[in-house]
Nanobody
Framework: QVQLVESGGGLVQAGGSLRLSCAAS????????MGWFRQAPGKEREIIAAISRTGGSTYYADSVKDRFTISRDNAKNTVPLQMSSLKPEDTAVYFC???????????????????WGRGTQVTVSS
């Protein structure tokens, strides 16, 4: 069992930056493929970024490509999400997720993940 906790959310003006972090207790995150999702009010939860277990492969949704960066910090047992050039449409609750099953790449569907954090709110003002 692994517990995931997101942090780093908040209120930022359009064009600004935020750095989210996904921390784990109970397990080492380096053994899991990881993903960041977000859910805006009235919308379905969507994948925005994913990273393979080794960190060698990453995936980005078109909406965040070239603005967001997912990485792994094995020393801190965290998976950061660096967000820049933020837009009001980035406003959402952001969730991290971990896949405990065998993995060899990146995963983009909610059903591919086994553990979820409770989310952190990101609000981008115009």
């Amino acid at each position: 069992q692994v517990q995931l906790v997101e942090s780093g959310g908040g209120l930022v003006q359009a064009g600004g930056s935020l750095r989210l972090s996904c921390a784990a207790s109970g397990r080492t995150l380096s053994t899991y493929a990881m993903g960041w999702f977000r859910q805006a009010p009235g919308k379905e939860r969507e994948i925005i970024a994913a990273i393979s277990r080794t960190g060698g492969s990453t995936y980005y949704a078109d909406s965040v490509k070239d603005r967001f960066t997912i990485s792994r910090d094995n020393a801190k047992n965290t998976v950061p999400l660096q967000m820049s050039s933020l837009k009001p449409e980035d406003t959402a609750v952001y969730f991290c997720a971990a896949r405990s099953r065998y993995s060899s790449g990146t995963y983009t569907s909610m059903k591919d993940y086994d553990y979820w954090g409770r989310g952190t709110q990101v609000t981008v003002s115009s």
